[in-house]
């Protein structure tokens, strides 16, 4: 069959492509192989950020006694669970293929593979797509080869998220962004937690300070945190895991990052190095001569935003418009934990890698007049070179939406002296900007 454009793989950036070009006229053949949509809505950020709002309530909760009298909380898992299944539609992706097909695309179930140029497979059907085709296959949960771990009923973030009891105790292998938002919502309903991370720190690839405050909330919390710290062996006796011969815990959660859906795709046939872990795209989102790749695949930040901003650079590219290429100097990134680490553009290593003159500016939110109200902790930290902002971080209660006067601050290169001249309205979160720049 021939058509315009193929996409394999439905997630949120072969979604952003494929619906755009429909809508725009071309005849599109979106694959996917599990559910429309792909992990964001079904196992990743949606049902996720659900958990945790939950989870911040009851914490909020616990807060009264602090502010305002006596609250009995008796927290209960059963909403939590009811709250996935809302909005994950009980994982059933039937809006979203509408979505599309709605738009005039047509949707293939099935795992598509590139058995020629500007050609897909899909069981035995083939299509040949006169403009080209676009990888958008995203990622799956790594899983490290830990003895006696294979064939034991571990969890991944799937199952994690589909959760319908609340284990007794969770041990959590990763302390980055899945690691953390979970280990706190678990800890939060009454889970014993206890969190394995293999590097120095927590959110290993954000500031140091993140990792810290976070650590120091997580044990304030009762979470056990454990850095420096890996799972050598682990076995499973029935009742439960046991880790590295003295750790028990009913559940075992891998969250080690995760790994390109890009085995068996046939990226060789188009030129492209099939043992690469990522596809490297340029700034048109690029990889061959009639393909494209958005999304995880693409290594530029494993994020539903990057996905779909490269998904609309995609598909300008496509249409033969014009416009800007894909610019990550302001990449934001917020983990929803409690404090929220919200975090934009280069850290302060990276910062002094790339250039001489790097200056930094920190406040603490307890010299913040609407922190010590809130009694809240958590920092700013601005990075500055050459008279910009070039990146920042905003840990504390809603740090990412805090952090998005900073995206606007990096993104648009807005000079340093000019944010010291502005005015800040008081008493709120984000006039910490000002204190920490004078
Ligand atoms: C627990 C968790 C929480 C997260 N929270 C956030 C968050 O708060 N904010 C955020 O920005 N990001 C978050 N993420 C990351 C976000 O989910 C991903 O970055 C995003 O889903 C990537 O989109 P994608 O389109 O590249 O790939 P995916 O969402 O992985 O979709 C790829 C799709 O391709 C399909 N596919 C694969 N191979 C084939 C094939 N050969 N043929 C057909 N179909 C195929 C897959 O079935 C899948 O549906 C989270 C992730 C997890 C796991
Ligand atoms: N709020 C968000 O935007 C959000 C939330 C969840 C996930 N995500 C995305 O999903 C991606 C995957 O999340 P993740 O938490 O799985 O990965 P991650 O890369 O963020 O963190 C993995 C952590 O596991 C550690 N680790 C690696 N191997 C280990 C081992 N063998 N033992 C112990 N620790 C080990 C690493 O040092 C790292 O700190 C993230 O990078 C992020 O892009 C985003």
């Known amino acids: 069959m021939d058509v315009d454009v193929v996409v394999i793989g439905m997630g949120p950036g072969g979604e952003e492509v494929a619906g755009s070009l429909a809508a725009a006229g071309l005849s599109v053949v979106g694959i996917e192989n599990n559910l429309v949509g792909g992990e964001c809505p079904y196992w990743g950020c949606i049902p996720s950020k659900a958990m945790v709002r939950a989870g911040d309530v009851l914490a909020e909760g616990r807060r009264v006694p602090r502010f305002a009298g006596s ?5 209960s898992w059963a909403p939590v669970a009811g709250r996935v299944r809302e909005v ?3 994982w059933d992706d039937g809006a979203a293929a509408e979505r599309f097909t709605g738009k005039g695309g047509r949707l293939v179930r099935g795992a598509g593979r590139i058995t020629g140029p500007k050609e897909v497979t899909v069981g035995d059907e083939v299509f040949r797509a006169r403009r080209g085709v676009v990888i958008a296959t995203g990622t799956a949960p790594a899983v490290p080869p830990i003895d006696g771990l294979e064939g034991t009923p571990y969890w991944t973030n799937r199952e994690a998220i589909e959760a319908e009891n609340l284990p007794e105790s969770l041990a959590v292998l990763g302390g980055g962004a899945i690691g953390c938002e979970l280990a706190q919502v678990f800890a939060r309903f009454g889970t014993r937690v206890t969190i394995l991370e293999a590097g120095p720190r927590l959110l290993s690839l954000e500031e140091p300070e993140s990792g810290e405050l976070l650590r120091s909330t997580f044990e304030n919390e009762g979470i056990d945190v454990r850095v420096n710290a890996k799972a050598e062996r ?16 009913e559940r075992f959660l891998v969250a080690v990052g995760r790994r390109t859906n890009l085995a068996g795709l046939g990226l060789g046939v188009v030129g492209l190095d099939e043992g690469a872990r990522f ?5 048109r989102m690029r990889a061959a001569d009639g393909v494209w790749a958005v999304g ?14 490269q998904g609309r650079v995609a598909t300008r590219d496509i249409l033969g418009e014009d416009g800007p290429g894909a610019d990550y100097q302001a990449l934001p990134r917020v983990t929803f934990t409690d404090p929220e680490i919200g975090a934009v553009g280069l850290t302060e290593r990276q910062a002094r890698e790339r250039y001489a003159d790097v200056r930094v500016h920190t406040t603490d939110l307890a010299n913040n007049s609407r922190g010590w109200l809130h009694r ?10 050459e008279g910009r902002l070039v990146g920042a971080t905003s840990a504390g209660p809603m740090g990412g939406e805090i952090l998005g006067a900073l995206a606007v601050a990096v993104h648009g290169e807005v000079p340093v002296e000019r944010l010291r001249q502005m005015i800040y309205a008081f008493p709120t979160f984000h006039r910490a900007i000002d204190a920490a720049l004078l």
Do not use: M, P
């Open 71 to 75: 609250a009995d909380i008796e927290a």
């Open 279 to 283: 596809v490297e795209v340029d700034d």
């Open 234 to 249: 682990v076995r499973h006796d029935g009742d439960g895991f046991v880790i590295n011969d003295d750790l028990r815990a």
């Open 296 to 309: 995880d695949v693409t290594g530029k930040g494993a994020f539903t935003h990057v996905a779909v901003y």
């Open 376 to 385: 809240a902790e958590g920092f700013l930290k601005l990075i500055e070179s």
């Open 88 to 90: 994950t539609s009980a």
